[in-house]
Structures are given as C-alpha cells and as structure tokens.
C-alpha cells in the first residue's frame, strides 16, 4: 500500500511555450486561475528584449507565476542569481522565482540554501527549486517547493522516495515526468499525487526539451 493518500496533484508547469507560437494557451494561464504555479521560461532565464513578455508579464495572473533562473548546479555567483530574481519580481505577474538545476545538497560552490531567504527577502512569495532528484533533507526543508523527480515515463514507474518523504507536507513536493503517451497521462499524474506531489507535470515530450509540449490531458 502506497504511505500517501490518492489524489490528483495541483500543477506546476514549466512553462516553457513562447507566447507567440500558443498565445491562447498564455492567455488561458493568465486569465482563467488554476491552483497551483507555472514557471515563465523560454531563454532559460530572464530576458529584457523580448517583446513578447513584456505585455503579458505587466498583467495580473490568475495563477502564480515564477520566473525561471539557472543555479548551474552552484557555479553561477550568488550575486548573479539575486540580480536576475529581482528583474523577474519587478513584473507585476510574476510572484516568485523557481531555480532549476540546484545541487541536491544544502551548500556546494557559491550556492547555499541561505538564498532562498535572500530572494524572499527582495519580494520573493515563493520560491521552488528544481535538483530532479531528491536532494538532503535541509533543501527541501529552506524552499516551498522542491520537484524531487525529474523523469522520463518508463524510469517514475520503478523510482521509490526514501521513506523521510512521506513525512514531507503535500504542498512542499513537485514531479515533473516526460514522455508520457497520452493515454498514461491521467494514470501518471494519479501515480505522482499517490507518491505524495502536491504539484505535478506530465508530458508526452522527449529530450532534450520535454517542457515545450503541453500536455493531453486537460490540466489547464
């Protein structure tokens, strides 16, 4: 018996669609409120000269938004990832920031978990960190949310938590699973909430840019 209730998880999109090749599913995001986050990335990270951002990022959303920035595995200066989480936060939409790529330990190079409060204390409401995998129990601990999994389809059906995640809140955990056929999307989705994700992701897209394909289920 799985250590965690079935449900479906709330989402939380890497968003990664640029609003000029699907303006309608950006304005589904921005309008329609979904529980849950979507983290606004196209340039893997910010980028001022898009003129397509500008618009959307100076409205309201009705779901959160996070602005994408890369920790490089603890190589980028944490001078580097404040600058860049403070130009997402001077958006009206954007809430908070997800950093992806973060070392599965508390403190490696120049990265430290002690950020996360840094970027909170700049105008952060959430912050998420991406190490796809589960990482010490000190990040999952600093950050709101932590995706624990980062997996193609066929690697999440054999992959097993370490037994202190089940005592880890729902809201607090994320997985993001690739290459799911449409017709195991639901069933995917199901799997991650019984594994205790509070927010999840699937899609049929593969390597090296999973992310740029939205889902088949309906999820938005």
Known sequence: MSAFPSRIPAIGAPWYVHPAENPAAWEGL???????????????????????????????????????????YGDRPVSEILDESAAWLEHLAIVGVMFDRVPPVVSQCWWDVEIIDEVRGIG????????????????????????????????????????????VERHKVWM?????????????????????AGYAWVTAGTLPNPWSTLPDVEVL
């Open 30 to 72: 921005l309008t329609v409120s979904h529980e849950g986050f979507a983290v606004a990335n196209i340039h893997n990270g910010f980028r001022a000269d898009d003129p397509y951002y500008a618009p959307l990022l100076s409205r309201t959303a009705a779901t959160a938004l996070l602005g994408y920035v890369d920790v490089a």
């Open 124 to 167: 952060a409401q959430m912050v998420a960190v991406n190490p796809g995998v589960v990482p010490q129990q000190g990040v999952v601990a600093a950050a709101d949310v932590t995706c624990v999994a980062e997996l193609a389809w066929q690697d999440f059906c054999w992959w097993q938590a370490p037994s202190w995640l089940a005592s």
């Open 176 to 196: 993001l699973l690739h290459g799911v056929p449409a017709a195991r999307q639901t069933a995917a989705l199901s799997l991650c909430g019984e594994r205790g």
